[in-house]
């Protein structure tokens, strides 16, 4: 299936947003913050990369620019995965070039489906 990074300073969302998608038959790796996420993916292409927002050394928003920015992943769909829920930030993330947002606490079945959702989306566009 897909090659996913998922990025976030806690742990148990990291774990059980593997939890939840590699018995879909994804891959998934994690990292701790942006500046992690950075790092593994210079050199490293993902089908999606799940974020959240607020996090220590590199926020999400970012990361997301940060990612736009190599031409390797400047397409790759981005979903927040955040507890952050106001317009403001969605509207700037989005400007940016984020592709989804899902609000923490997560439904599994939520995230599933935003994943295929972007996955199909992504599929479709080349």
């Known amino acids: 299936m897909a090659k996913i990074l998922a990025v976030d300073d806690q742990l ?13 038959g994804h891959e998934v790796d994690t990292a701790v913050d942006g500046a992690a996420a950075l790092k593994i ?26 990612i736009r920015e190599l031409s390797h992943l400047k397409y790759v769909p981005i979903l927040m995965l955040t507890t952050e ?24 079945n939520r995230l599933c489906g935003a994943v295929k959702k972007l996955l199909a989306r992504a599929n479709m566009a080349h």
Do not use: C
């Open 41 to 66: 993916v210079a050199d490293q292409h993902y089908d999606l990369i799940i974020s959240d927002v607020n996090m220590p050394n590199m926020n999400g928003i970012s990361l997301v620019g940060k």
């Open 12 to 24: 148990t969302i990291r774990e059980l947003v593997a939890a939840v998608l590699r018995p879909q």
């Open 85 to 108: 829920s106001g317009n403001d930030i969605k509207s700037t993330a989005r400007s940016i070039g984020a592709s989804g947002w899902l609000t923490k606490p997560f439904d599994s």
